[in-house]
């Protein structure tokens, strides 16, 4: 298998730009997580969906992020519009349902100017 | 507010030695809890996984868990420059799979 596929892997973009991130899950995984890294904050659980539902969005940081899971195999997210403050890495990760072992993909290191 | 902590470090250790590394977690009805290592620029990859009270011992690894004193830890013995690595800790805070992260701890292995 292909591991969680994420991409871009590296984004720059200036401030008040749309910025959409890409995860494709491992085939079989049904439960998907978006997490953001920053030095200051460390690894921060954003949102996470199960057969394609969103299930805790409570760590959203406000209204300019959105995620989405049209199908099990795709999920985005989204900044719209874009800050410095956003500047991160940002790591997808999948499981099984029934397990908790998670699995990251390569993450996405985004840099707002 | 559900936390996790672990010291920073960095954790200075010589090759050989056993390093130890410590998380305490504030939410007494956690089940599952996780060792990750992350290498500079990498994701986080598991190493060890725990939910009964004990030792849990995968080869150099061992993960220690103490529910009544809210503690984890994970012991690596013979440490290997290789090991040279953040150690994040991860606890499923026990509603639906809402895992909360440690800071990390920094660990640095000296040849």
């Given at each position: 298998d292909a591991g969680v596929i994420q991409s871009p892997r590296h984004e720059v973009t200036e401030m008040g730009q749309e910025v959409t991130l890409r995860c494709k899950p491992i085939s079989g995984h049904n439960s998907l997580f978006w997490y953001r890294q920053t030095m200051m904050r460390g690894l921060e659980l954003l949102i996470y969906f199960n057969n394609n539902v969103p299930i805790d969005d409570s760590g959203m940081p406000e209204d300019r992020f959105s995620a989405k899971m049209p199908n099990a195999s795709f999920s985005t997210l989204k900044i719209q519009p874009s800050e410095p403050r956003d500047s991160a890495v940002y790591f997808c990760a999948t499981c099984r349902d029934n397990q908790e072992t998670q699995y990251f993909g390569p993450g996405t290191r985004l840099l707002v100017l | 507010q559900k936390e996790v902590e672990q010291n920073s470090g960095p954790l200075s250790v010589p090759e050989g030695a056993i390093a130890s590394l410590n998380c305490t977690y504030s939410d007494r009805v956690s089940q599952s809890f996780f060792w990750y290592r992350q290498y500079s620029g990498k994701s986080p990859e598991l190493i060890m996984s725990i939910y009964s009270n004990g030792d849990k011992e995968d080869g150099r690894f061992t993960a220690q868990l103490n529910k009544a004193s809210?503690?984890?830890?994970?012991l690596?013995?013979?440490?290997?420059?290789?090991?040279?690595?953040?150690?994040l800790c991860a606890v499923n805070m026990n509603y639906g799979q809402n895992f909360v992260f440690g800071p990390g701890t920094r660990l640095s292995v000296l040849p």
């Amino acid at each position: 298998d292909a591991g969680v596929i994420q991409s871009p892997r590296h984004e720059v973009t200036e401030m008040g730009q749309e910025v959409t991130l890409r995860c494709k899950p491992i085939s079989g995984h049904n439960s998907l997580f978006w997490y953001r890294q920053t030095m200051m904050r460390g690894l921060e659980l954003l949102i996470y969906f199960n057969n394609n539902v969103p299930i805790d969005d409570s760590g959203m940081p406000e209204d300019r992020f959105s995620a989405k899971m049209p199908n099990a195999s795709f999920s985005t997210l989204k900044i719209q519009p874009s800050e410095p403050r956003d500047s991160a890495v940002y790591f997808c990760a999948t499981c099984r349902d029934n397990q908790e072992t998670q699995y990251f993909g390569p993450g996405t290191r985004l840099l707002v100017l | 507010q559900k936390e996790v902590e672990q010291n920073s470090g960095p954790l200075s250790v010589p090759e050989g030695a056993i390093a130890s590394l410590n998380c305490t977690y504030s939410d007494r009805v956690s089940q599952s809890f996780f060792w990750y290592r992350q290498y500079s620029g990498k994701s986080p990859e598991l190493i060890m996984s725990i939910y009964s009270n004990g030792d849990k011992e995968d080869g150099r690894f061992t993960a220690q868990l103490n529910k009544a004193s809210q503690y984890v830890s994970l012991l690596i013995r013979d440490s290997q420059p290789s090991d040279s690595a953040t150690y994040l800790c991860a606890v499923n805070m026990n509603y639906g799979q809402n895992f909360v992260f440690g800071p990390g701890t920094r660990l640095s292995v000296l040849p």
